[in-house]
């Protein structure tokens, strides 16, 4: 599945992504966001890259900037029963913050869950302290509606998160 938005080539990630991925999962300043902690080898990639690969019920897409070719990030969408809501997460270099790339990709996941599959519920959430990530969802489409908690997958760094969700 491959989705091209302006600037982007949404595609499947594969475990030859990994010294890519690496180079923006490794960053503590992007890191500091995500639910995972710093990677520390492209082995640690290689391996969540596997799982991705063999996972049937999200659709996990590497950004590539058409431009250059270069993998810049990543994300994904998934229908959340529990919810009733396709949530959806993003992933970018840091380098290539600020640029408008997440909100590219984002809509286009939105577009694809849409015309796949007739969603119109969509939620996602981010850390409050990472006020872009607040300003992409918004562009998307979604308001907020509640605080909740974030802390990371190992249980470190808890903090307050925000909750948006939206009806597109």
Request: glycine fraction near 8%; proline fraction near 2%.
């Amino acid at each position: 599945m491959k989705i091209q938005t302006e600037r982007l080539l949404l595609r499947p990630l594969s475990v030859a992504d990994a010294q890519e991925v690496f180079e923006w999962v490794s960053d503590e300043r992007v890191a500091k966001y995500m639910i995972y902690t710093t990677y520390k080898n492209v082995e640690q990639v290689e391996k969540w890259l596997e799982s991705v690969e063999k996972e049937k019920n999200i659709f996990e897409f590497g950004f590539q900037r058409i431009s250059d070719g270069k993998l810049i990030g990543s994300g994904n969408i998934r229908y959340n029963p529990n919810i009733d809501r396709w949530e959806f997460g993003y992933n970018l270099r840091f380098d290539c913050w600020g640029k408008g790339y997440a909100t590219e990709a984002t809509k286009a996941m939105i577009e694809f869950a849409r015309l796949k599959f007739g969603a119109r519920k969509f939620a996602s959430e981010h850390c409050e302290e990472n006020v872009a990530s607040g300003n992409v969802m918004r562009k998307c489409g979604l308001k907020f509606v509640e605080y909740g908690e974030f802390k990371k997958l190992d249980g470190s760094c808890p903090q307050r998160s925000m909750k948006y969700e939206g009806d597109l």
